[in-house]
């Protein structure tokens, strides 16, 4: 009788096996991972409120997780796959489902993390016709549409939820375009706007969802609603913030562009703003500004005044060297790009416990 001939599948899985059991010493029971560090305490802040270090994250391989057996298995035949990780990140967004979305100019590309879901998509556009050069600042709109500054073509790209490349706005006849050098932007999905600085230009241009030019706001100069090389924008309930950067401030403009208060002076200490990059704002109202002079992050009343800090120079965790844009969603977590460190570090602010109601008065 003959012996049952293995098929070409089972072979396939045999052959894998001896090289994955190859590869190594098997890991015994006794032999683990070593543990990660523990977090730095939470900061704790006035009014039992607090502040807490969550982590961060850099590459593709941190939103897919370490690969299973067969991935492996996958890994030792074909080796292991090439993985993106950032370069130079530079702002940083999340959308309604929780993915955070991040620009890379260092590779003229998008990163979208996909905790959830576990998945990972890297948007570039190589094409001869408005190609994607340095990506600046990123917004999304009600529908997660993701929009895009290129501060080197001077357009506005625009993706749809799904990575998908669906326009560039600004895009003049002769393929340029308009903007000089177009930085920050906002999204007022409601009213069906578009918010953007030209820096070069010191000015912020309203646009329809169309990208045709509704009004401008400012001009240069030091005064209320005047800029200096204006950058990042963030729109906040009724309030637009704009980093006015060689003013050394940031100023809250209504969403029609009058001028409301501005927090900040020209300074080397703490309290005062010398490099301001990323702003954003808590559910409290507080006011978060990038200080990328003295690698912190600066939070303010809406008056203006210093309430606390944290951050400093390093690598470590709560460190961050030449940081940029920031992001705060509507659960309190705080994103901030850590640009010379490669990554974006993930903070939680817990706001002050509100009085139960029917209590004794």
């Excluded at 994607?132 to 001077?154: F, H, M, R």
Aim: charged share 25%.
């Amino acid at each position: 009788m003959k012996p049952p001939t293995a098929s070409p599948k089972h072979l396939l899985a045999s052959g894998l096996l001896l090289l994955l059991l190859s590869a190594g010493p098997a890991q015994g029971k006794d032999k683990k991972e070593p543990a990660p560090p523990p977090l730095p305490p939470p900061m704790q802040l006035a009014g039992g409120r607090t502040l807490a270090y969550e982590g961060s994250f850099a590459t593709e391989r941190e939103v897919r997780g370490k690969p299973g057996f067969w991935g492996r298995l996958v890994d030792i035949v074909a080796g292991p796959p090439d993985l993106h990780q950032m370069l130079r990140p530079y702002s940083v967004v999340t959308d309604s489902r929780g993915r955070a979305i991040v620009t890379d100019p260092g590779q003229s590309a998008v990163h979208i993390f996909d905790f959830e879901k576990k998945r990972y998509k890297f948007l570039t556009r190589d094409s001869s016709k408005d190609p994607l050069k340095s990506p600046q600042c990123v917004a999304v709109d009600g529908n997660d549409n993701i929009y895009v500054t290129d501060s080197d073509s001077g357009k506005i790209f625009v993706f749809d939820r799904d990575g998908k490349f669906r326009r560039a706005l600004g895009s003049l006849k002769g393929g340029e375009g308009f903007f000089k050098r177009p930085t920050g932007i906002a999204i007022d999905t409601a009213a069906g706007r578009i918010y953007v600085t030209d820096t070069l230009r010191h000015k912020i241009y309203v646009l329809d969802m169309d990208g045709k030019i509704q009004r401008e706001i400012g001009q240069r100069g030091v005064g209320e609603g005047e800029f200096n090389f204006p950058t990042e924008l963030r729109l906040s309930g009724d309030e637009l913030l704009v980093v006015d950067a060689m003013n050394f401030r940031v100023q809250a403009l209504d969403r029609e562009g009058k001028f409301r208060y501005a927090i900040g002076q020209a300074g080397e200490s703490t309290g005062s703003m010398f490099r301001p990059k990323g702003v954003a704002r808590d559910s409290e109202g507080d006011v978060y500004v990038v200080e990328g002079l003295f690698d912190t992050v600066q939070v303010f009343d809406p008056q203006g005044r210093l309430l606390y800090y944290f951050g400093g120079a390093g690598d470590g965790p709560q460190e961050f060297q030449l940081p940029a844009g920031m992001y705060i969603d509507r659960n309190d977590r705080i994103f901030v790009v850590d640009s010379y460190n490669r990554r974006v570090q993930v903070f939680r602010f817990t706001p002050a416990a509100k009085p139960a109601s029917g209590g004794v008065q």
